[in-house]
């Protein structure tokens, strides 16, 4: 095939595979996204389910990823391509692409406030603001086109730039020196949160179970929040897992990076609640809810302007490995597929998202009167890509392992070519063959309302 070089890139090291893997999972996800749907979906007991469904459902998938990508050692869509020629799975492939698109588009637009934010931080323009204030500033922010749409184009410029340079290096580079530097910050704002006036009752919210808040589509949004914050249904970890070396312990890696993104969004969750509750703002206040919050943190802690600064600054961070991961997707995709060189397939894949991510970004603006299927175009994609293509993906890629591969095709990956002890197998194949593909098809039925049991 054309576009397949013969010396495929790969990850340099095992922490270098755990720091790129765990860059593209920890990012808006967990600190953006995560509190947000937690707050609307009831808090604690919407936490619970989420583990609950990172841990029976997450892993395998992740695991079930990165045994297609290093199998076959292609992207997305060729990888189904080489594992089962002239069958229709390439199809999941494609699905794969478009929701890389979707996710693209509308995280790309929330990573562009991060970059303002930043701005502001430089210039000290929370100072002396009021929580309401605050809140005003933000929705007067991306109520305008113009700000939105430059820091918009300069973050996808910024993702363009480093995938056209060489993505391992990059990424392994700055995520294996920003992901721990993004720990450390979380961790001080953690301490300073739950330590306001008032902050227990942040914590038990994050923590005390409701279950009466608990509907067919709380469930199906703890689904989606966990596919998407672990970045798996749509083959990031696919194309990742391609990039891994033949003698790293596939089992491990998964675990490790699983624990990793749910640790921070835990932290996430425990700097924004108790300082929601001790300035009062609404948990359910959406899509703002952490760019309202933490400049509220800021500027009651000593030193607000300097951690202002860095935490909007490793927040950018945590998007930019992110959305590397997504970009890679498209980009690998276009290059061996359509044989283009990396440039030009980079070119390609950022100009066609940016005309989707335009429309993200006007969504709170000039176009926030187009509605589809009653969501604004930037709702559209975070809601039906996290809720819908994701799981989707997901069932297809354990089905596909499953039944197509089989024990022995996973066994083979998984142990190494039988190097490794992987004594887990047979929970493994019970979970993919049965478990997870019956909760998701069940989750997701009755989530978007085609069956109803409650
Ligand atoms: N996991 C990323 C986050 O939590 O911010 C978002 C993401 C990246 C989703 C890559 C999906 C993906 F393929």
Excluded: H
């Amino acid at each position: 095939m054309s576009g397949i070089p013969a010396n495929r890139d790969s990850f340099g090291s095992r922490f270098g595979v755990i720091a790129a893997t765990a860059g593209s999972a920890i990012g808006l996800g967990n600190i953006w996204r995560f509190p947000y749907v937690a707050g609307e979906n009831g808090g604690g007991a919407f936490l619970i389910i989420y583990l609950g469904f990172i841990l029976l459902i997450g892993i395998p998938v992740m695991l079930s990823e990165f045994t297609i990508g290093r199998s076959a050692q292609r992207n997305v869509f060729g990888s189904f391509r080489k594992l089962a020629p002239g069958k229709p799975w390439y199809l999941i492939g494609l699905m794969g692409v478009g929701a890389a698109f979707m996710i693209l588009a509308f995280y790309t637009a929330v990573a562009g406030w991060t970059l303002e934010y930043i701005f502001q931080s430089v210039i000290n323009g929370f100072e002396g603001l009021s929580s309401n204030q605050l809140n005003d500033m933000f929705y007067s922010f991306i109520g305008t086109p113009w700000r939105p749409l430059l820091w918009f184009f300069v973050f996808m410029a910024l993702t363009g730039a480093i995938i056209m340079s060489g993505v391992q290096k990059g990424i392994e580079k700055y995520t294996k020196i920003l992901m721990p530097m993004l720990l450390v910050l979380l961790f001080i704002l953690v301490v300073r949160s739950v330590t306001l006036p008032g902050a227990a009752s942040g914590i038990s919210f994050l923590f005390k179970p409701d279950f009466s808040k608990i509907t067919p589509t709380t469930i199906l949004e703890a689904l989606g929040q966990a596919f998407f914050s672990l970045s798996i249904g749509m083959g990031t970890l696919i194309t990742y897992g391609s990039y891994i070396q033949k003698n790293d312990n596939l089992g491990n890696t998964a675990v490790s990076v699983a624990f990793a993104d749910t640790f921070i969004a835990i932290l996430a969750g425990l700097a924004i609640f108790p300082a929601v509750f001790a300035f009062g703002i609404e948990p359910g206040s959406g899509e703002g809810l952490v760019y309202i919050t933490l400049p509220n943190i800021f500027l009651q802690m000593p030193g607000g302007y300097i951690f202002s600064l860095m935490f909007f600054i490793l927040l950018g961070v945590a998007a930019l490995t992110s959305t590397i991961s997504v970009l890679e997707v498209i980009v690998a995709f276009f290059s061996e597929e359509l044989g283009l060189k990396r440039k030009a397939a980079t070119w390609l894949a950022t100009s066609s998202v940016s005309i989707l991510g335009v429309m993200c970004v006007l969504s709170s603006s000039t176009m926030a009167d187009v509605k589809i299927f009653g969501f604004t175009v930037f709702n559209l994609m975070n809601f039906t890509s996290a809720n819908i293509l994701l799981p989707l993906g997901g069932f297809f890629i354990v089905i596909f392992v499953a039944w197509f591969l089989g024990r022995d095709g996973a066994k083979e990956e998984l142990s190494n070519q039988g190097k490794l002890k992987v004594r887990y197998i047979p929970f493994y194949m019970f979970v993919i063959k049965f478990l997870a593909p019956l909760a998701i098809a069940f989750i997701f039925l009755q989530g978007v309302g085609l069956i109803n049991f409650s």
